[in-house]
């Protein structure tokens, strides 16, 4: 049973920083991608940022230049580094990952809500 625990969601105030991870427990064979997707308020699913195994990011246009994605296979983590947040990143944030055989694996969520 694979099973992705996300925490370091919170409340923060625009401009500010937050760190989110996720670990996973159980085994996949053969991780594609890793990565992060959130979903606010009254809104559809939207990609944040995403790694591959061979260490490719890929970032929404809306969060480029402002979070950094990164992964520890050996810990089995991906983390999110989000600086300069703003109101509009205010939202419920997935881990997510795809194996080798596309088969796809989310988190609970956690809650990011930033102030202005």
């Known amino acids: 049973q694979v099973q992705l625990v996300e925490s370091g969601g919170g409340l923060v105030q625009a401009g500010g920083s937050l760190n989110v991870s996720c670990v996973r427990f159980?085994?996949?064979?053969?991780?594609?991608?890793m990565g992060w997707y959130r979903q606010g308020p009254g809104k559809q699913r939207e990609l944040v940022a995403t790694?591959?195994?061979?260490?490719?990011?890929n970032y929404a246009d809306s969060v480029k230049g402002r979070f950094t994605i990164s992964r520890d296979n050996a810990k089995r983590t991906v983390h999110l580094q989000m600086n300069s947040l703003k109101p509009e990143d205010t939202s419920v944030y997935y881990c997510?990952?795809?194996?080798?055989?596309?088969?796809?694996?989310w988190g609970r969520g956690t809650q990011v809500t930033v102030t202005s």
């Open positions: 790694t591959t195994s061979g260490g490719i990011t």
């Open positions: 997510y990952v795809r194996s080798s055989y596309s088969v796809q694996y």
């Open positions: 159980g085994s996949i064979s053969g991780i594609s991608v």
